[in-house]
């Protein structure tokens, strides 16, 4: 209650301030006028600096307190560049605002910023950082590099332009090649380096495990849970109690399967597909109820939305919850009773959800399935798994059908499927990458995937008409500025997208013509690049490349916040408990969560790709001066890059193709030799040796074989 009141007397203060017919005063002075009484001028005068702090207002020199907008001032998160230069992403811009190196001041990659705007040069913002308001990394990694007495760090973020100086004394007996944690005592000034004291050793860059700990570190990952957590999850028995079912559905007798990788262990959602007697399908989805073991405001609910997602790394999992909770009771294991919020769905012939029902329920996993074993029994009529899962095949190839009509369904509409490849690394007990093959997907995870499509639509569209507060997975339509540069860029190789950048439909026609030509790759990544990011927010907008009116994540409320956000929702909705006092709460609580998720969720996308990127550069290292087989896959400035079958990406840079001098052709991107009139496009086949891998930079060097 106390911190409600004291974020509405801010947002009263903000409020004056920004009034059209506010004039610029001292704090005092708004005092007087906002009568603020003298026993609360300490906590006003405090706001006041706290709204500054944040860059929602400022305080010139002359003490007056202004609206930031009125001095063409905004708030951004500062993207940094090696090469110095940088842009800021800010709300109410459509573009990131460039930044030159002259105008960075002491910003350094991911810092909140209060910036200025210099000039608008048509479409495009230039800008200027004033004031770094909150500094975006508590720590910055990087490699240790003894130097006489003195030291210096070199971060692992590529995006810091600076090394980190390191005076005698503050290295904290760090040699070189060890991996540091460095807190930054003083910022960069004109050309000199920001300095820094070591805090933490990591490790040796040469030692097991340091290189994924780095990267933990670098993104800020929660490692282990706090005491309280533990001791909150001690207390959470390990089996269904009588009084947790008394007022569910008992649906222990339904036939149901798990359809997981064969080495999860968080298996949070079950299915179940039956032919009913007028055609139609009844597709039941069964997830894993964790809200009721994970109560709002408890230590453990607090801790899975500070983390957002659990996070998957290359050799590790940093769950969102403890595993007693996300392998044990929370996880639908065959043969045991487990709470469940369900989601049942009769769908006709055509995929139209003609009826559904959202219930609490209490289940038993008749079998934990697999999708490699679906997919042989689904495939393959010798497959030796048909008699293990007799009483099983029936269903399974019922749900093949059912899959085949939703997917029918969805791209019918315009849904988006885009065709790009994942690299699986498999490693060994030290965490040493052994091989990197294509992530498989097959039938068996496309009948998951639109299983769950359908639920999350159907939950979706069920709450958005009851009109409460709910948490919603958006997908915003691209800006009109990027949808005329991809077609642009298309236009080079032929392609036209008919229609509007306002139908997904659009864009699926490109991707179908380009299909299994040469641009292929090209278009798919250049298309992906025109769009936005999908993001969670408290408002209903369509998921445009889903072609999808209402969407949520209700599936996987084990590994990501929002699902368990919702859940609670639902829960209290079905039990009567969501009062005028709860929905009043959620609407004012709603906004910041799906903000939180959201940018929680970029920093675990980044992180994974990150690990991913070092352990197959790591993979690629002991290969030097081998040569592959490749097809070039991006085409830059500065060089070319070329994707391996296994999804391997490397790069040719332009100063070592020595048969002739090369022009760069930006706009059907692709080399020209003067003399030879030989082209480098994307989608050629080629051949190349690989000269050189860095692990302190993560790059891998090619160069063309003739």
């Known amino acids: ?184 005592t003083r910022p960069a000034e004109g050309n000199s380096n920001p300095e820094g004291v070591v805090t933490e050793i990591i490790g040796h860059i040469n030692d097991p495990g340091t290189d994924i700990l780095s990267i933990i570190y670098q993104y800020d990952l929660p490692l282990d849970f706090s005491d309280e957590v533990y001791r909150e999850t001690e207390k959470i028995p390990d089996t269904i109690e009588n009084e947790d079912i008394s007022d569910r559905e008992d649906l222990r007798n339904t036939l149901m399967v ?92 055509k995929g139209e959800v003609i009826s559904h029902d959202i219930k609490k329920a209490v289940i038993n996993v008749n079998r934990r399935m697999s999708y490699n074993v679906v997919y042989d029994i689904l495939t393959n009529k010798d497959s030796v798994y048909i008699k293990e899962y007799r009483e099983l095949v029936p269903m399974f190839r019922e749900m093949k059908e059912l899959r085949d009509i939703l997917r029918a369904k969805r791209d019918k509409r315009g849904a988006i499927e885009f065709n790009s490849q994942e690299a699986e690394i498999i490693l060994d007990e030290d965490g040493k990458p052994l091989d990197i093959v294509k992530r498989e997907r097959n039938t068996a995870t496309s009948i998951i995937e639109e299983f769950m499509l359908a639920a999350n639509e159907t939950v979706a569209e069920h709450f958005y008409w009851l009109d409460i507060p709910f948490v919603y997975r958006i997908h915003e339509e691209p800006d009109e500025e990027k949808f005329e540069k991809l077609q642009q860029f298309i236009a080079a190789f032929g392609y036209v997208i008919k229609g509007n950048s306002k139908h997904p439909k659009s864009y699926q026609q490109l ?125 830059t400035s500065w060089g070319i890059y070329v994707e391996l079958p296994n999804t391997v990406e490397g790069m040719v840079s332009v100063k070592d193709i020595a048969d002739d001098y090369y022009e760069f052709d930006e706009e059907r991107m692709r080399y020209i030799g003067i003399n030879s009139h030989k082209t480098y496009t994307i989608g050629d086949k080629v051949k190349v040796l690989l000269t050189r891998v860095s692990l302190e930079a993560v790059t891998i060097d090619f160069k063309f074989v003739e």
Not at 39 to 60: H, P, Q, S, W
Not at 155 to 175: H, L, Q
Not at 605 to 634: C, H, L, N, P, T
């Open 1 to 184: 209650m106390e911190n409600e009141l004291y974020a509405k007397r801010k947002e009263k203060i903000l409020s004056f301030v920004k009034d059209k017919e506010y004039k610029p005063m001292r704090a005092k002075h708004i005092a007087e006028f906002m009568q603020v009484p003298a026993e609360d001028r300490d906590m006003f005068y405090y706001m006041i600096d706290e709204l500054a702090r944040d860059g929602d207002i400022v305080i010139t020199q002359k003490g007056k307190i202004t609206d930031p907008a009125r001095d063409n001032l905004y708030k951004g998160i500062f993207k940094g560049n090696p090469r110095g230069f940088g842009f800021v992403a800010a709300e109410g811009f459509n573009e990131e605002i460039f930044i030159p190196a002259s105008a960075v001041k002491d910003a350094i990659h991911r810092d909140k910023v209060l910036f200025r705007i210099l000039n608008k040069d048509g479409k495009s913002y230039e800008g200027e950082i004033v004031k770094v308001l909150e500094r975006g990394l508590k720590h910055i990694v990087g490699t240790y590099e003894q130097v006489k007495n003195y030291g210096f760090v070199v971060p692992d973020e590529k995006k810091i332009a600076n090394d980190i100086y390191i005076p005698a004394g503050n290295g904290k007996g760090a040699v070189t090649g060890h991996k540091v944690l460095v807190k930054i």
């Open 511 to 635: 991707l179908e013509k380009a299909e299994n030509t040469a641009e292929e790759m090209l278009i798919n990544k250049m298309t992906l690049r025109s769009m936005k990011q999908a993001k969670y927010t408290d408002k209903n907008d369509k998921h445009f490349g889903l072609a999808a009116q209402y969407y949520c994540h209700f599936t996987s409320p084990i590994r990501r916040y929002p699902d368990l956000q919702i859940h609670r929702i639902i829960s209290e909705y079905l039990d009567g408990r969501l009062t005028e006092k709860r929905i009043s709460h959620y609407n004012k609580m709603l906004a910041e969560v799906s903000r939180l998720c959201s940018e929680n969720e970029r920093r675990a996308e980044e992180a994974e790709r990150a690990a991913d990127k070092y352990k197959i550069a790591e993979y690629m290292q002991s290969r030097v001066g081998q040569e592959f087989e490749g097809i070039i896959s991006g085409v």
């Open 258 to 349: 798990t359809i997981d990788g064969e080495d999860a262990k968080d298996l949070d959602d079950a299915v179940s597909v039956e032919r009913l007697e007028n055609g139609n399908y009844r597709l039941g989805v069964y997830i894993a109820d964790v809200s009721h073991y994970v109560r709002e405001g408890s230590a453990l609910d607090r801790e899975a939305y500070r983390r957002g997602t659990s996070v998957y790394l290359t050799d590790r999992v940093i769950p969102m919850l403890p595993h007693r909770l996300s392998n044990g009771i929370c996880s639908l294991n065959e043969g045991v009773d487990r709470l469940s919020l369900c989601c049942i769905m009769e769908i006709d012939n």
